[in-house]
Structures are given as structure tokens and as C-alpha cells.
């Protein structure tokens, strides 16, 4: 059984992001200035992170198709304890840029020791966290994904668009999926809330990444029809955006009452969206 968690973790990270050419193993992280406040504080807090997430994050319609861009994400430099606690502050006040950052780093040091690991399975565990990664405890992992949760909670496009890859960084290691299946289902209730929230004000990136969802199923049950009106709803858009192969792929095992059915419900997509 923690067999298939895993392989659901590394399905989420690749395939949302097999359309854009994304590094799913990639660290990520806000382009902010190295440059940290000062804070004379060794306390880290793990609470205080804002209100209940919601479940459905506001939309303002943006009738015009448009690529998302994303920020340029690297991760601050520095021990990740005090790169944390420089940017506490300002994330619980509510800025999500800070929030963000506050994940990106948690979760380099976390790709980091994980590919340390694999390289070197024999070696002691410790030995293998990268130093600027040593002052981290296991709360500030799971305090990470919180502040990810909600920056994209906020608004805050670069978290929205992270978060449904972000599968360990939220709910932790695989092998506790299992014990906490509520957790994970509302991980993809939220994952597929921030890609219907940005594919209806008009995005191309959140309309892929939807046709992806569908067709793989693993954020949510497998519709090959909806998988097909997405895809197609992102050439009413923009032609260039797509593969005709990728098309055809889609089309393959669909009958003629299918492929007309996904064909009706992408232009009501892209009529709602898009025009």
C-alpha cells in the first residue's frame, strides 16, 4: 500500500507539469532579494497562519485568454531556520510573497536531502541534510506547506499554481497518505478548486493543466471527454498552444458521441473563460 502512495506522489509532480516543461523535481522558490530584515528572534512559530483556507477562492472573470507568468523561483540563500524566521513576520501579516518563500526554501532543503538520500542510501541520514538545511525540525516542514496553502488561500498565483504539485510538501511523506485520507482528499478538492479558479479568469497554463487532471486522475477521477474539451478549449485560445499529436492522442479512444460531446462542452469552456 506504500507502494501506490508513492507512485501517486511522483504521478501529481510529473504530470502537472508535463505540458509546460517544468522540472517536476526542480526546487522552487519567489524571486526575493537575498537581502533579509534583520530578527533577533530563534523562535519559530508553527501557528498563526491565518483563518480557515477556503474552499473555493474568489474569482474575478478576465474575459481575454492569457499565459500565466510565473516569477523566476529560486530559493534565498542562507540557513533555512533564518531565512524563516527574517520572513515570518511579514507573512503573518499577510504578505503571500513572504508565505511563499517561507515554503520554497522549506521545501529546497526537503528536494535536496531527498535526492542526498537516494544517492546515497547507505550513509547516515543525518549526515546528509544539506548544512544550511540542519537548523530545520519536522514542524517547520509541515509549517512550510501551511504557509503555502494560504498564500494560494490569498490569492497569490505562483502558490495556486505550485500547490497541486506540491502533494509531499503539503500533506508530508507518502507513507502517511494512507493514515490520513481526509487530508489528501481535501488536498485534491483544493488543488483542482485553484486550477478551476484561474482556467475561468481566462488562463491558458490552468486550462492544460486541467486537460492534464482529467486525463491522468489523479487529482481527480479520469474523464477522458473532459480531458479532450480542455485541451481543445486551449487551441480555441491559442492554436499554437497545443500538439496535434497530443489531440489526436486524446481523441483515440473516444466514439464519435464522446469527441462531440468534448467538442460542445470546449466551447462552452472557452465561451465562459476565454472570449
Not at 542510501?121 to 512550510?144: G, R, V
Not at 482556467?199 to 486522475?217: H, P, R, V
Request: with cysteine; net charge negative.
Amino acid at each position: 500500500m506504500a507502494a501506490s502512495a508513492v507512485a501517486l506522489a511522483a504521478l501529481a509532480a510529473v504530470y502537472f507539469y508535463s505540458l509546460r516543461g517544468v522540472d517536476a523535481v526542480a526546487p522552487y522558490a519567489t524571486q526575493t532579494s537575498a537581502r533579509l530584515p534583520d530578527s533577533k528572534s530563534n523562535e519559530r512559530s508553527t501557528g498563526d497562519l491565518g483563518q480557515e483556507p477556503q474552499a473555493n477562492p474568489p474569482v474575478q472573470r478576465q474575459k481575454a485568454a492569457h499565459y500565466t507568468p510565473l516569477s523566476n523561483l529560486t530559493p534565498i540563500l542562507g540557513d533555512a531556520a533564518q531565512v524563516i524566521d527574517a520572513l515570518t513576520p511579514a507573512a503573518k501579516s499577510g504578505d503571500t510573497s513572504a508565505a511563499l518563500a517561507i515554503f520554497v526554501k522549506a521545501n529546497d532543503c526537503r528536494l535536496r536531502t531527498e535526492a542526498a538520500k537516494r544517492n546515497a542510501p547507505s550513509s547516515t541520514p543525518t549526515a546528509l541534510i544539506p548544512p544550511d538545511c540542519q537548523s530545520l525540525a519536522p514542524e517547520d516542514y509541515t509549517a512550510a506547506g501551511q504557509w503555502l496553502e494560504a498564500a494560494a488561500d490569498a490569492g497569490n498565483v505562483d502558490a495556486q499554481f505550485l500547490y497541486p504539485a506540491s502533494a509531499e510538501g503539503v500533506l508530508g511523506p507518502p507513507v502517511d497518505w494512507l493514515r490520513h485520507p481526509e487530508a489528501v482528499a481535501n488536498f485534491k478538492r483544493k488543488a483542482m478548486a485553484y486550477m478551476n479558479a484561474n482556467a475561468a479568469k481566462g488562463s491558458i497554463d490552468a486550462l492544460l493543466d486541467l486537460s492534464n487532471a482529467y486525463e491522468y486522475g489523479v487529482l481527480t477521477e479520469r474523464d477522458p471527454v473532459k480531458a479532450l474539451a480542455y485541451y481543445r478549449a486551449v487551441e480555441l485560445s491559442d492554436g499554437n498552444a497545443i500538439s496535434q499529436r497530443s489531440l489526436a492522442y486524446l481523441k483515440q479512444n473516444l466514439s464519435p458521441t464522446d469527441v462531440t460531446n468534448a467538442e460542445n462542452l470546449a466551447r462552452s469552456i472557452h465561451a465562459n473563460c476565454c472570449e
